[in-house]
């Protein structure tokens, strides 16, 4: 007796739009049953996991500081993703973008006045754009990987930002600790009415809702969902595979930097040796999550956010080790993808023999 | 209006947050795993011995791998959850500290290793360099080479005034004393650590030191038949027969001592950096030593905590010859804070 | 040429974990099935065989341990991307963080304790020849091991029928189905290989590199050795020169430090990477090289139809 898979002829649409839940609902329980097995009260820990980071204002207002980056960059990423690109290096087009878009409050500090904060989020997206357009020159030009090397830049990236805080950008006053000058407020992103939350997530909201349409709505859009799906149908429609490899590098790497620029000019107001927790990875879940719909992509920057703060609460509550988190991210991976599967797939039961 | 809004949302959010026992409630933030056998685990030992002198009157919380760009909110986290004193445990977390600390004046916070203090805010941090020098002087005897290998982490105050002080240890029993020095970037990386104690030796040097946490540069030591010093804590299990002594980071009795501020009600904050005389630095046993190098270490400890012997006491040179500081001139705690040049017969040029 | 002889010790040192995920890698990507979990596979592997290595005293055991445990990871692998079909770019992530969380947990109470070396063998007389008497007699098991890996990999692929079936699996999966080849099952048996030679290479870090543990201690080593699979072009041999020349120019960076050459050590310790980088661009303007050997199916799902 074994299963088999069994393609459907269209997708289920009622499972494509329950996938995520039931990803969700499917974590949980695996979840609750790992917080047995470490000898916690299952119910009490899904609860302080899950529920409690939601249960306060200032907590939802973390959430979502947390999850703008993530928006931001899981939506470029779901472009590339979609059009059969993998550029994991977002991490180091986030680097690139706020080292860039650093430019202006570090360097010309002086320099002050409304201009200032559009033309950092401008050379952000620059700065990012053009990091994301090594891995795609060299895929276009040499035909090497890009996931490997969109990696190694990360790594190079990481060390270059360190030698630029500790070396030629290191606040003088800072008495040779590794930090620049903080930003004057006219580089800083303000915050959002009465609330502690910087306009970043206007802006990364701004940007899906602008993908999910380009994505919908344009010849573009619908050149790069079909460069996915039918690789050989787009080349003979006349969509250049060279062009479109480029195109989506720039637009994810860009949205990447934008995230940079707009962390470190909302968040911490200055550049320092790590200036990201990793979010350039995390966003490649958050792409996966939200089913590369940038759409999508914005409830999935709020669960996986939601995880961070998770295991945040779970360390100070019930005193477990931060790993959780890892593993807990794992697992909504892992069941979201398995979900996807059924949309397309029946599976059949298959007797011995047959 | 606006003022309303902020307040009613304040509420709600303060009435679903578990409400406050009568325990003074001590948080901390590390920068690295709990138990990382180094700088973080070192101050968790802290928080153990507090609660351990305090038993029911306090209860403690900590978030490990706070990574220090996102810190902000993590200190914020635990602030809302109750806390009324947080050591927030890495330098990087000095900015954060102080952003939370001016929305929670009722929180007392103590940041370690920072320069930046308010009305609630205290710093604190120990004189690491009165090990340094030490187990500088120390390498000064062992040395056959006459060369010690330096594994440091980022080019920081703090490791280069380690660097400097145990130069200057080994220069005071050998004046031609030199140094190799490798910065790899990491504070804990146990095979990049392995790869550049393996490279120093390889280059002739005989003796190793490490600004970083792991034990792997005393276990290359021990594989050689080579010797070194163990780093924050005392690593003699990795390399029985390596290690000559180790410095320890010892958290404790400033940890207590702060506590007890707190629930005494008399916690002002203040600028603290300690030394040998506070037990704030302290040296594992000496091993595999011969005895009069031995007797020379334990006087040199000793002449360090009465007070005797400045470790930099003129005359202090750098490298390119200029004076620092002349005969019998202490350099003031200022001149230490921000050291970054280094002094004459370090092998390397100062990343800058 | 006594420098030269200690270098040589420590880059074999340094490649012996890269080239054994490598060869894994390089088996199960044949296959046609690209597993980005090799670093979770590592860590797994690395915790297995420091807790057993400890608790039992025996490195050996420890080694068996990252077997089973490498094994085990490359399962959920095999059953969520071959079974389920998932997208394997994102399920290879997802076992690396898995993996990275699971290891961090299984290993928290071993920090800070000693480990067992697994020792190094001994020929009298060999091991004593001056310059490559340490080098070529004097590693231990698991250095002689990957090599053997290698050796076996290399002409199974090329010359058995073995090797001729995985290759058809991984070049065009349905003619290997049409022609009564059970396309899964291989697949699964290649990556359950990789699995296992992850292990091994974790088991490595932490009995021989550095006898301890610690959370994440692979630091990257699992994706330095996907990206050796690319460099060497899918042939066994290249592994063998890309594995070395990554370890050499890891330790060069030390080295150019240690005599004091004025580079910022930022850009020193980013050397490997940038390497990586150009070796990778250097190789795949070989269009013709690669064509040959890469397999046609990489990354692709495979679902017979009925």
Excluded at chain 1, 332 to 341: G, K, N, R, W
């Amino acid at each position: 007796m074994r299963l088999e898979l069994v393609k459907r002829g269209t997708e289920a649409t009622f499972l494509v739009f329950a996938s995520p839940f039931i990803a969700i609902a499917i974590t949980v329980f695996v979840g609750a049953i790992f917080f047995a097995a470490i000898g916690v009260d299952p119910g009490r820990g899904v609860y302080v996991f899950f529920i409690e980071p939601i249960s306060a204002w200032w907590s939802i207002e973390q959430l979502l500081a947390k999850a703008t980056p993530l928006i931001l960059i899981g939506a470029g990423l779901s472009l590339c993703f979609l059009s059969n690109n993998w550029n994991i290096g977002a991490e180091g087009q986030f680097i690139a973008g706020a080292l860039a878009g650093s430019i202006l409050p570090v360097v010309f500090y002086q320099f002050e006045g409304p201009l200032v904060l559009p033309l950092m989020l401008v050379m952000g997206f620059a700065g990012g754009a053009f990091y994301g357009l090594v891995p795609a020159a060299l895929k276009t030009r040499f035909g090497a990987s890009e996931i490997l090397t969109s990696l190694m830049l990360v790594y190079i990236a990481q060390l270059f930002l360190d030698w630029m805080v500790r070396g030629p950008w290191r606040d003088p006053a800072s008495f040779g600790f590794p930090k620049t000058r903080t930003f004057n407020d006219a580089a800083v992103v303000p915050t959002v009415g009465p609330f502690d939350i910087h306009a970043g997530l206007l802006v990364a909201l701004v940007v899906s809702f602008i993908l999910f349409v380009f994505l919908k709505r344009t010849l573009k859009g619908f050149e790069v969902r079909i460069s996915g799906t039918a690789p050989r149908a787009a080349t003979f429609a006349g969509v250049s595979n060279r062009n479109m490899v480029m195109f989506v590098f720039a637009i994810s790497g860009g949205l990447a930097g934008l995230a940079g620029v707009i962390e470190v000019a909302g968040v911490a107001k200055k550049l320092q040796p790590v200036i990201s927790p990793g979010y350039g990875f995390a966003a490649i879940i958050v792409a996966f999550l939200g089913r590369l719909n940038p759409l999508g992509v914005v409830f999935a920057a709020l669960l996986l956010a939601l995880t961070y703060l998770g295991g945040e609460a779970a360390q100070l509550e019930l005193n477990i080790t931060d790993k959780v988190t890892r593993v807990i991210q794992g697992v909504v991976l892992f069941a979201i993808l398995a979900c996807d599967t059924f949309i397309l797939h029946r599976v059949r039961l298959i007797r011995r023999g047959k | 209006m606006k003022k309303y809004l902020v307040a009613a949302l304040t509420a709600f959010g303060l009435s679903i947050t578990p409400a406050a026992a009568e325990q003074l409630k001590v948080g901390f933030i590390y920068v690295g795993p709990q138990n990382d056998g180094g700088w973080t685990q070192r101050h968790d030992i802290g928080r153990q011995a507090i609660e351990a002198e305090f038993g029911d009157k306090i209860e403690t919380v900590f978030i490990e791998s706070v990574p220090e760009a996102d810190s902000t909110r993590v200190i914020e986290r635990m602030a809302r959850g109750g806390a009324k004193l947080i050591f927030t445990t890495s330098f990087g977390f000095m900015d954060p500290t102080l952003e939370v600390a001016k929305k929670f004046p009722d929180v007392k916070f103590e940041h370690a290793t920072g320069y930046k203090r308010t009305e609630n805010v205290s710093t604190y941090s120990s004189r690491f360099y009165e090990g340094r020098y030490v187990i500088g002087k120390i390498a000064g005897k062992m040395s056959k080479t006459g060369v010690a290998g330096y594994i440091a982490s980022y080019p920081i105050p703090e490791v280069i005034r380690g660097i400097n002080a145990f130069l200057l240890g080994a220069q005071s029993v050998n004046p031609d004393f030199k140094l190799k020095v490798v910065w790899v970037n990491t504070w804990f990386d146990p095979a990049k650590e392995a790869d550049a104690a393996k490279a120093l030796f390889d280059q002739g040097v005989d003796i190793m030191t490490q600004h970083t946490d792991s034990p792997a540069p005393l276990q290359i030591a021990q594989e050689r038949g080579l010797h070194g010093f163990g780093q924050a804590n005392d690593q003699i299990k990795f390399a029985p027969g390596a290690q000559y002594t180790a410095i320890i980071d010892n958290w404790s009795p400033y940890y207590i001592a702060r506590t007890k501020a707190v629930l005494d009600g008399n916690w002002v904050a203040t600028d603290t950096w300690g030394g040998m005389d506070t037990g704030m630095v302290e040296m594992a046993p000496l091993t595999n030593l011969p005895d009069d190098v031995k007797a020379m270490a334990e006087e040199t400890m000793r002449l360090i905590k009465s007070k005797e012997l400045h470790p930099f006491t003129g005359p202090i040179a750098k490298q390119d010859g200029s004076e620092v500081a002349a005969a019998g001139v202490v350099m003031d705690d200022g001149a230490l804070a921000g050291m970054n040049f280094y002094v004459k017969g370090v092998d390397d040029k100062l990343p800058q | 040429m006594e420098l030269f002889e200690a270098f040589v010790l420590t880059v074999i040192t340094a490649a012996t974990p890269l080239l054994l995920a490598a060869t894994g890698e390089l088996v199960t990507e044949r296959a046609g099935v690209l597993n980005l979990g090799v670093e979770g596979m590592m860590l797994v592997g690395a915790v297995s065989a420091f807790a057993v290595a400890v608790t039992t005293g025996s490195p050996i055991l420890g080694i068996l341990a990252a077997m089973v445990a490498g094994v085990s990871m490359a399962a959920i692998f095999a059953f969520f991307a071959l079974f389920l079909v998932t997208n394997q770019v994102a399920t290879g992530l997802a076992l690396t963080l898995f993996g990275l969380g699971v290891s961090g947990m299984l290993g928290a109470s071993f920090v800070g304790e000693p480990g067992v070396k697994l020792a190094a063998i001994h020929l009298p007389g060999l091991s004593e020849l001056p310059l490559v008497g340490r080098i070529l007699f004097g590693q231990d098991p698991l250095v002689y091991g990957s090599l053997i890996i290698l050796l076996g990999v290399s002409f199974l692929l090329k010359r058995s029928h073995v090797g001729l079936v995985v290759r058809a699996v991984g070049d065009n999966h349905h003619s290997a189905h049409a022609l009564g080849y059970n396309v899964l099952m291989i697949r699964v048996a290649a990556v359950l290989f990789g699995g296992l030679c992850a292990g091994l290479g974790g088991a490595y870090l932490s009995l021989v590199y550095t006898p301890q543990w610690t959370e994440g201690m692979t630091a990257g080593r699992g994706w330095i050795a996907v990206a050796l699979v690319v460099f060497s072009s899918w042939i066994p041999g290249r592994l063998l020169i890309g594995a070395y020349l990554f370890g050499a120019v890891t330790l060069l960076q030390f080295h150019l430090q240690a005599v004091g050459v004025p580079v910022p050590s930022q850009f020193l310790s980013a050397l490997p990477y940038a390497a990586t980088v150009i070796v990778l661009v250097v190789i795949s303007r070989n269009r013709r090289l690669l064509r040959t050997h890469t397999p046609a199916m990489l990354g692709s799902t495979f679902v017979p139809d009925k």
